[in-house]
């Protein structure tokens, strides 16, 4: 599957994995929209537009993220930080 390989990327100076780390601390600590992280990610580091997605794709398919699979992807929708969940459901 072409999600769970990464052939294809290069970025100078950077290895892949701390692009990955950073979209998983962006993910799990901010509510910003998946799009908004990945425009970051392709902003911050010198890679090809459309990276992020990808990248973002990978962590999915890899199962370093998860999404509610009951729900359609919207990728530009506010969303809850899991931090946010976690500390809602220790309230309760």
């Given at each position: ?54 990248l ?7 199962k ?21 969940l ?7």
């Open positions: 599957h072409t999600c769970c390989t990464l052939r294809g990327i290069s970025c100078d100076n950077i290895s892949l994995d701390e692009i990955l780390v950073e979209m998983e601390e962006l993910y799990r600590e901010t509510a910003n929209p998946i799009r908004d992280i990945c425009v970051h990610i392709d902003q911050s580091y010198p890679v090809e537009p459309g990276t992020g997605l990808r973002f794709k990978h962590l999915l398919a890899t370093r993220l998860s999404v509610e699979m009951d729900k359609p992807l919207d990728l530009s929708a506010q969303r809850d930080s899991d931090i946010a976690v500390l809602e459901r220790i309230a309760v």
